[in-house]
């Protein structure tokens, strides 16, 4: 799978660093800043310190104007970082974005009225297309906008958008209508009706979606936005309670002075959860972004966030679980055959055969025989019909027949063979329980035996199940075969459960029944009558070589077609839930080690037993306070990298996983700035 | 503690366990509408009830008409109570001829009992008549418990239905909780107490001639009832003889049991259950403190059994008793090692100022900490005279929120959003979007769950700075200083949270108490009531989702450890500087031996 994304970025890559510099002072506008309430918040705290440090120079302050000019440079250092945290995570995206616009150079269209490649057409600017416009494009010309294949076939180079060089098959009716714009056929000619207005197109929405212009607050980030803005509110109050009250105590004990503005303002910033909402926009940006180096795009940051909640997995069978195509793996002979006989037969009914088994039978004569044959001069191929449904070939007045069971018993019976061995019935009936496929060979009217015609599983994915199922998902395997099979090979797989002989409306049915049972069920599709299961599924991802409706009814688009990538998208969508949740303990805890820090400091003249508290030891009040705030600083680009990240996802039972947090985060939170601020410190000791 | 100390703890905590199972089942049962022991008798009078009252008992409300229902019924309630206490000197069964309230303390009065507070600005028996006590404030001790498991009863059913609005019928709740639950448990405690030596009658005081007169030193007081003060701050006295005592009389059994049972705790006596006729005997006081701590206890297994799995019940009533035990520890601890500059005098270093001799320390220590983890706020012992570290503990299980126990409905309600909040964090922690009981938590439930939690925190953040600037509620302190501080803190963060319990040291009957204290017991209430209904109705409407191995338990150890972090955690960081600046001070200046 070639990538069509440019080369993973390091996240401080020197130019993303440089423009990312850039727009972070540009993000400090309050218009935009209050979207992020908490740091606009702190923007504000930081313009009341430029004040008092106005003030200190004028006099008009008592406080040293050192002290008051370095907590205002520290506060605004504050608020820059989480600008800059947002704008390097959009950055990797923007860079991405403009490569795929480059792909978006102006197109001309062929306007036809009529569906017909003869009829005449007048040339017009892409941006002038509308839905419901028929356009007809020519090997080499680029397809102006997004539509489906009403007329023609064509081979279409989709690379600018999937990445994928090897060239797709395009053509009326079927799964395979779709195209879209800014791909180019490469030979024949297809007439395309066009189903998105310009700026709508499929491009359009990705270039969007990865500029983050088009990003949302995802319910779930609300909701931490809610208990972020309200811890800041409290902590205002707190600060600014503290102010009547050190004025109350300073009359009482007859000495000391009230707790000053700065210093107010400077505990409100340390208490204020800031490391977390600096970081809050970079967590949901970076996770699309790490989807989309998987070559995944989310429609929207829900989706993800959905598919970490996701806890039943509709997998299709074919090209998820298994290879996708049946493979011989070995010859039962029936009636006395010998397994030699069968295997030559097999052969020779098979080597005009292309079709994937056809060729499993012949690499398994030849491995497992050591037979190998040309298709002989002469021979006349039989290919498969929906009539006889036999295939195989007539050499020198033989006839060699591979075929489903029945249909090679009735082959033979107007060959006049009368004898249909005994025991092919128990054969064909042991291979078919064994959730492979039996077919039947016959040589003129001598049915020689079955070949065993088996699904693969792909190697690893039981264990992948197994994880899985460790998370708490279960795994539902969806396969058009008869329940025999489909629950031989549910079982080699260790899925949870099977739909056998699914038609689309069954597909539905088994949705909307674990969705009323209060699961999210996510699910992969890339059929027109996926379509309707798509709509319904919390998560639908659709290939991004399926049909226009496939593709409009899911919220997430797998550009390389790989129905696994369900799998990583959960684990994408866990780690930014786990990334907010951890940064956000990880920040309330860091507020105990700030008022051991602030408040001996802070309350130190007014009652100097308070120094007690000065656990830390730390050189003055203002070095403390100083230490605390540069701290509360400093924290937010140390964290940039595991916000990008994302912090590590590993799967296990969800009790275990929270203790494991806790003791890194919570226990990690409440240790670190103890450490860091007395570190702070010591070096402030050593520059004052 | 000594060997009886700790058999009467451990045996009070062991009774109190026994209790819970059966009581809270019971009123399962009761809020479910199935046949209890009860129904033969009180179904009939249920009916009567509601067919007097026009109440469709099979008619469920959604959470708009339960929140219209309940606040329509408190605000009746309130003005009866207001008007009763305006027209007290007309109304009957008055023989100390009592006047009329000052209508900022009929206000304020009202209030604190319409909204379970009891915070008294009046001595009871000096300014209460009988009636008053009887038909107004032991009615709304009732009728307020009542209102507060309502609530709580309401936002369970949010937790078990699925895809409906309805929450049940609040008069139908209101009536079941006063006629199963309430009545009969304070009927049956009334006579234990009766059986103790508390009174239950209508006689006038009692003058009784002192063998010997006595004569002691009164703080003299200004017009206003502010003590007054010398050039050096120190209060002014006037020596008194005394010859005569009065001794009260009232139905005092009647009005004491339901005080304790509903986490009421207005006393019918000022020195409430430091009285001897509130509270007579050691005995007694286990019993008024079981009773405290009764409902709450068990409303925790009523909640397991309506949710379907009583361990998540459990759960709760394990953290809860954690930080009681804990904090009964710590107060032990800080008043039997006592204030050293008294113990240097040779004294005996254990603190019982304040104390009763007949409940002892251990008796005492574990009243403290159960009505301020409650809302009671009955009293035994004089918070003021506590260590400061000691005085900081009821202090905290105020300010915490009233979730130790809590009040009857209110903290049970209180602390389920504190587990919301804890869900959410955790459950961001492990990657879903997080859900409580098979409800997910959304922003609709974070913004109400915040207000339950912050509500009063706020209010007294907020009321404690304005008192400091205020000089009328600076001057109404006893004990200026890092103590004064103390005082005033207390009083706030008692009103606020619906405590009631004083610190005492504190003149409480000026305005800016009065006034302010009213509102901040109303927003206590009911902004926390209003918002817990909300989360009802849109709990009820969100479908269930069935628990995976990805769902975090929240009926096992770890979760309850981090709650109970999320609990202290939420509550020192509002708090810090406040405290500092009181008892945290208070009590270094006190090791510092000043």
Known sequence: ?688 | MNSYEWLQTIGFFAVLLLLVKPLGSFMARVYQGERTLLSPVLVPCENVLYRICGVNQDEEMNWKRYTIAMLLFNLILFVALFAMLMLQHLLPLNPQKFPAFTWQLALNTAISFVTNTNWQAYGGEQAASYFTQMVGLAVHNFISAATGMAIAIALIRGFVRRRTELLGNFWVDLTRTTLYILLPIAFIAATLLVSQGVIQNFNAYKAIPLVQSTSYNKPRLDAKGSPLKDAAGTPLTESVTVNAVTIPMGPVASQEAIKELGTNGGGFFNANSAHPYENPTPLSNMLEILLILLIPGALTYTFGVMVGNTRQGWMLLGVMLFILIASFGVLQWAESSGNPLVAKLGVGSINMEGKDVRFGLAGSSLFAVATTGTSCGAVNTMHDSLTPIGGLIPLSLILLGEIIFGGVGSGLYTMLAFAIIAVFVSGLMIGRTPEYLGKKVEVREMWMSILVILTAGVTVLILSGIAMLTPQAVASMANPGAHGLSEVLYALASMANNNGSAFAGLNANVNFYNLFGSLAMTLGRYVPAIAVLAMAGSLAEKKYVPPSLGTLPTDKAPFALWLTLVILIVGALTFFPALALGPIVEQLTMLGGT
Not at chain 1, 142 to 154: E, K, P, S
Not at chain 1, 341 to 356: G, I, V
Not at chain 1, 559 to 588: A, H, Y
Not at chain 1, 656 to 680: C, Q, S, T
Request: proline share 5%.
């Open chain 1, 1 to 688: 799978m070639s990538k069509h994304i440019p080369p993973p970025q390091s996240a401080f890559d020197k130019h993303l660093l440089k423009s990312a510099l850039l727009e972070s002072i540009k993000k400090l506008d309050p218009r935009t800043l209050w979207r992020n309430p908490v740091m606009f918040c702190v923007e504000i705290a930081s313009c009341i310190t430029l004040v008092t440090f106005f003030m200190s120079l004028t006099g008009a302050n008592k406080e040293p104007a050192w002290f008051t000019g370095t907590v205002t440079a520290w506060l605004w250092l504050t608020v820059i970082f989480s600008t800059f945290a947002e704008a390097l995570a959009e950055g990797r995206g923007k860079a991405r974005a403009a490569s795929l616009r480059k792909s978006r150079t102006d197109v001309t269209a062929k306007l036809v009225t009529k569906p017909e490649f003869k009829s005449a057409f007048t040339t017009v600017g892409a941006s002038q297309l509308r839905m419901g416009d028929l356009i007809l494009v020519e090997g080499g010309e680029m397809i102006a906008g997004d539509g489906d294949v009403v007329a023609g076939a064509a081979l279409v180079n989709e690379s600018a958008v999937t990445g994928e060089s090897a060239p797709v098959i395009r053509e009326s009716g079927g799964d395979r209508s779709a195209v879209t714009g800014g791909t180019t056929v490469i030979s024949g000619s297809i007439i395309v009706k066009i189903t998105a207005n310009p700026g709508e197109t499929f491009l359009d929405r990705m270039i969007g979606l990865i500029e983050g212009a088009k990003r949302r607050k995802t319910p779930n980030e609300i909701a931490l936005e809610v208990l972020l803005i309200a811890l800041t509110l409290v902590f205002m109050l707190v600060c600014a309670n503290i102010s009547p009250l050190s004025i109350y105590s300073v009359k009482m004990a007859g000495h000391g002075t009230p707790v000053s503005l700065t210093v107010l303002v400077a505990l409100f910033v340390c208490l204020a959860p800031t490391t977390i909402a600096a970081l809050l926009p970079a967590i949901g940006i970076a996770g699309m972004d790490r989807l989309f180096q998987k070559n995944v795009i989310a429609l929207s940051g829900r989706a993800i966030e959905a598919a970490g909640d996701v806890n039943v997995l509709l997998l299709d069978k074919t090209g998820t679980i298994t290879h996708g195509n049946r493979q011989a793996v070995s010859f039962v002979p029936v009636g006395g055959h010998s397994e030699q006989e069968l295997a030559e037969a097999a052969l020779m009914a098979s080597l005009a055969d292309e079709t994937p088994e056809g060729r499993s039978v012949v690499i398994l004569a030849k491995e497992k025989h050591g037979l190998t044959r040309e298709t002989p001069f002469g021979a006349e191929v039989v290919e498969f019909s929906a009539d006889t449904r036999l295939s195989g070939i007539n050499l020198e007045g033989t006839h060699y027949r591979k075929g489903a069971s029945d249909s090679t018993v009735a082959f033979v019976k107007t060959l006049g063979g009368k004898s249909i061995p005994s025991d092919l019935e128990n054969v064909v009936d042991k291979i078919a329980r064994g959730g492979a496929t039996p077919l039947v060979v016959c040589r003129d009217s001598q049915i020689l035996g079955a070949i065993n015609l088996k699904d693969i599983v792909k190697a690893g994915i039981q264990e992948r199940f197994l994880q899985l199922r460790s998370m708490g998902i279960r795994t539902v395997m969806i396969t058009g075969d008869n329940p025999l099979t489909a629950a031989a090979i549910a079982a080699e797989a260790q899925v949870d459960d099977f739909l056998a002989q699914a038609k689309p409306e069954e597909k539905l049915r088994l949705i909307r029944e674990y969705q009323e049972q209060g699961f999210m069920v996510a699910m992969t599709g890339d059929g027109t009558n996926d379509a309707p299961a798509l709509a319904q599924a919390d998560v639908a991802v659709a290939m991004n070589t399926g049909t226009q409706p496939a593709r409009e009814a899911a919220n997430i688009i797998d550009l390389d077609s790989n129905p696994t990538k369900l799998l990583d998208i959960v684990e994408v969508g866990k780690q930014i839930l786990m990334t907010r949740g951890n940064l956000t303990t990880f920040s309330i805890s860091n507020d105990i080690a700030k008022y051991f820090a602030i408040i001996p400091a802070a309350l130190l003249s007014i009652y100097p037993q308070l120094g007690v508290l000065n656990v830390m030891q730390l050189a003055s009040p203002f070095s403390a306070i100083l230490s605390a705030v540069i701290f509360n600083a400093i924290i937010i680009p140390l964290l940039v990298p595991l916000a990008l990240k994302g912090t590590r996802f590993r799967p296990m039972p969800a009790e275990r996983l929270l203790i494991h947090n806790l003791l890194i985060y919570g226990v990690g939170g409440i240790i670190a700035p103890f450490v860091g601020i007395k570190a702070i410190d010591m070096v402030i000791g050593m520059v004052v």
